[in-house]
């Protein structure tokens, strides 16, 4: 297995980095036989969010400005990018042209993913203007990959319950605002995800991307697809599968049967995992060693990159912490699961940091 | 004064004091007063939960909920603690003008702020049940 570590791959970058946070993803699709061995990036949840006329957020921008200045400086060279959804806030034309300026100084190629803030102000049009369709397939190097608009809810209530677009989109931006709906596929994607894996060998690796995880984890902040076990199915017969998501701000990895999951962290802001809220229920995967607690006093803490070495089509991800360890989530073959290879059998008491 | 006579004045002042105690007790607090007090709560933690999603608190539209849903990693029950950053022992107030001042980029409110008190009843009351943990970090 090979680990490239955040020197080897940010060449020149130390003037830039400086011991800060990372809010990018490599990751490096490693085959066995090593011709096939490539990397991409990941780059997730920036949250654009306009105040007036010109004037954005700085913070969020800052961010996202800092992830595609790292991300031109990956060695080796990334294949390409994948954009894990919510370039948005609040889905404005503004916000996503504002997103895509500055994403634009990217030196490859993106695949877009979309997301909720992205999408229930106008339904995703000026997004598809901008980006072209919400799910596609692709093969590259020996994989297929895939990507869903997995944010989508029941027709009511996107359609009949509110007043406008505007509504619409501040009641889905809350996290947990308890008027939202849960997130799923639906019926039309599912139909053409099956005719798209139809054409597929079982023996080729499949990597899924989404914005809202395939499973699911908690259905209060919608860290939630409605339809998962459907995908799955759909996802079964085939012997390796990774599926990627945004959404969560946070490190999360799960194994379930052949699918190895794993979200990224947002560009913007860190979320504290659902356990933390007291009167929740949820059902995170108990193979997550959680993130350590922010810092609430250096606001690029917990916002992070990620980059992932691939095995036959397994899954090592690296994420970059700033004030804290490293980390390293790879496919253990022994266990047929993702693990953290450090602190698996060695929890991580929260906020060493502090 | 002898002992006994210390000892008879203090059971005079207790007996005095019981008396009093009752007095207090017949004039009983009415289902009307309960009322008012827990009507009084909720409207606090409901005018907390708006500040706690108000796009005004600050200068840049960021609100509070974006970060803490359900007002998770607030940690109420953990007050007052040592803030090393602060460099000293803080009130949960002191962290909520920290967070309006950062990531809202607004100004720090007065601790008697009304906004204040109503955003510490609703950030409570959504930590109801955790027991008291002062100081741990």
Redesign the interface.
Known sequence: MKILNRRDLLKGAGALVAGATLPISLVEMAFADSSLNFTFAYISDSHI???KGSKF???WDRGLIRAVAEANLMNPRPDFIFYGGDIAQLGKKSEIDHGLDILSGLRDKVHYVMGEHDYYLDLGEHWKKRLGPDHYSFDHKGMHFVVLNSILTYDDWTYDRWKDGEERMGVMA???DHRGSPFMVGEKQRAWLKKDLAKVDVNTPVTVLSHSPLQKIYR??NFWTEDAEQIQALLKPFKKVNVFYGHVHQIQYNQIGNISFHAAMATA????YPQ?????ESSLPKLTVQMN??D??F?RDATGWQYIDIHSGNATMNFSLPDNSPRTVAFNPATGRPEDVKYQHNRIP??TH? | MTSKTVTMVVLITAVLLMTGIQAVQADEYTSADLELWQNEYDAAVKRGRQVF?DQKLG????VC??????A??THPETYPKYQ??LGKVATMAE?IN??IM??L?GSALALDDQRMVDMQAYITN?????SLAPGK?
């Open positions: 969010q306009q105040i957020v700085r913070n809350g996290l947990d209060g902040w802001w860190p979320w504290p933390s809220n007291a009167k929740a607690r922010a609430p006093f606001e929260p906020q502090f | 999603t200068t840049n539209g960021v909920a974006q970060c803490h849903p359900n998770a990693n090393k950053q962290m920290f967070c950062n990531p980029e959504e930590r109801k049940g955790e970090h």
